[in-house]
């Protein structure tokens, strides 16, 4: 597809948001409403012995502790594992491997996963309409309590962030304004250049379902706009968000990248494209923007892994994977 057609079935897109956002005022109807119909009535609940939940400033967190943190006396790293839109804190912990895998890391690399809540498809920032403050809170909250709260390593060669698909963009965003904080990052089928014509329409689509079906204010009363501000307006903003344009401060990191294409890799992903076509639409257009990313990374001289594949769909099916790798990564990186 040319640059021209991109930007076109970008604007045909916003175009179709703007549509459904406007229209009487009143509450959305889960049941009726063309966006919030297609949103999971419930998110994923976890419970065990290694899992707690806190509460930081109002923002839920999820905390997953190694085998032996009742029984010993260290301090570990930690990882903030950020979850994808339309999931919650418990998403990795019910629908992965991840309690699992971590079991298996020898006592000598474990460490603590810590995953809060990045809104139902609020993508972690602190929004310009001032409804939402993410980052803020995870940042200057969030991080701390975890510190204050758990026995960690409270240094930034100790502390990870990554995530999947919304997750994986907050990792980079995250990673890019805060470098002094984190060693590590890792974007997981992440879309990572919000300023890529077809991200900036799911971007776009993200505050009406984040402000219709999660916050339930009615269409027509917020700002189509509200996340970073309008796009040509406001593009200083959408730059100073994008992990493309300051890809430099992710230097001297453990940087890696990985992401599909789209493409079914075999007949099982057939039903779940055709059940849900944004499966394979979404993965394509993540699959570019990491593309994007590491030719950044590659023009500014930083050092990183990018994973790219052949295939792959925008599913649990393939990101259980990814997480199952990047954990190992961790692991060998934080080997003690």
């Excluded at 009487?24 to 966006?35: E, F, L, Q, Y």
């Excluded at 026995?151 to 919304?166: C, H, K, L, Q, Y």
């Excluded at 269409?219 to 344009?245: C, H, K, S």
């Amino acid at each position: 597809m040319t640059r021209a057609r991109t930007y076109a079935a970008a604007l045909c897109l916003v175009l179709l948001c703007t549509a459904l956002a406007t229209g009487p005022a009143s509450a959305a109807d889960p049941a009726t409403d063309p966006i919030c119909s297609t949103v999971p009535p419930h998110q994923a609940v976890a419970s065990g012995p290694r899992i707690q939940h806190i509460i930081v400033d109002g923002t839920p967190v999820s905390v997953l502790l190694p085998p032996d943190y009742a029984t010993s006396t260290k301090r570990y790293p930690v990882l903030y594992l950020l979850h994808g839109g339309t999931s919650g804190v418990d998403d990795f912990l019910a629908n992965s491997d991840l309690v699992a895998r971590t079991g298996q890391i020898p006592d000598s690399s474990q460490f603590i996963v810590a995953t809060p809540d990045g809104g139902l498809t609020g993508f972690y920032v602190d929004w310009k309409d001032g409804s939402h403050h993410y980052e803020t809170t995870i940042i200057k909250h969030v991080i701390p309590a975890i510190d204050a709260q758990f026995r960690t390593n409270p240094d930034r060669a100790s502390r990870a962030i990554a995530g999947v698909s919304m997750g994986g963009w907050g990792a980079m965003h995250y990673a890019v304004r805060y470098p002094e904080l984190f060693g590590a990052v890792g974007s997981l089928s992440g879309g990572v250049d919000n300023q890529s014509p077809d991200a900036m329409a799911v971007f776009l689509l993200a505050t009406i379902t984040q402000r219709q079906c999660a916050d339930g204010v009615p269409a027509g009363q917020y700002d189509l706009f509200g996340m970073f501000g309008n796009p040509i307006l406001d593009a200083g903003r959408w730059t100073e968000a994008n992990p493309v344009a300051h890809a430099g401060n992710l230097r001297g990191m453990d940087v890696y990248l990985t992401a599909g294409t789209g493409l079914p890799c075999d007949l099982a992903d057939l039903p779940m494209i055709a059940a849900d076509p944004t499966t394979s639409a979404v993965e394509a257009i993540v699959g570019h923007t990491t593309l994007n990313l590491d030719l950044a990374l590659i023009l500014a001289g930083v050092r990183h892994t990018y994973v790219p594949k052949p295939c792959g769909i925008h599913t649990m099916r393939y990101f259980g994977p990814e997480l199952d790798t990047y954990l190992g990564r961790l692991a060998t990186l934080w080997a003690r």
